[in-house]
């Protein structure tokens, strides 16, 4: 890393929301608008998320990124060694972002116009009331009465969609179109065809594989 350097450490400290780190290493405080970003905690970074996001990227005709946020909703804020050591995955051959935005709203705020890619479970969990805050109505300008609804509508003010990757489940391959979306949010979210990608490996697999779990 370079002068900059002390711009991962401003994330870290929370006086900088979300930096940019390019593939030669140099940073820059925030991000290109309209980018296509697949988040992750990269614990390795694996075929199936360069894959993922390849095929993304292919789609939309965005510039691509990981994101690697250092808060995360249900485990311990990463440490900056940690984050470094992670940040070398990507160093040569892919642009990342390190931000402090944990929720894909959070995310959206400082993110405009993202295209976000996920997998199915992911999908999923959008729309499930139980991974939202209780609800505030002067949160929702566009009065949906739903603190779920209400964070998917800003998602989508803020000029942010998703591209779905499918998944094996023990029901079958399930998609996009298997998902329950509310209706007038159906076309912030669209599927990546399974003969473009399809992997089916996560990154638990191979730290148990590699004896690391």
Known sequence: MNDSDHLLTDVMEGRVQVITVSPDGSLAEGVTPGMTVLSGAFNPLHSGHEGMLAAAAQITGGEAAFELSVVNVDKPELPEVEVRRRLVQFSGSYTALVSRAP????????????????????????????????????????????????????????????????????????????????????????GIPPDIFREDISSSQIRQSQGTE
Do not use: Q
């Open 103 to 190: 929720t894909f709203l959070e995310k959206s705020r400082f993110m405009p116009d993202a295209t976000f890619v996920i997998g199915y479970d992911t999908a999923v969990r959008l729309f499930d009331g139980r991974y939202y805050p209780e609800y505030d109505v002067k949160l929702d300008p566009e009065n949906t009465g739903s603190a779920t609804l209400s964070a998917m509508s800003e998602i989508r003010r803020n000029g942010c969609t998703f591209i779905v990757a499918g998944r094996v489940t023990e029901d079958g391959f399930r998609t996009v179109s298997d998902l329950d979306i509310p209706e007038g949010y159906t076309s912030m979210l669209r």
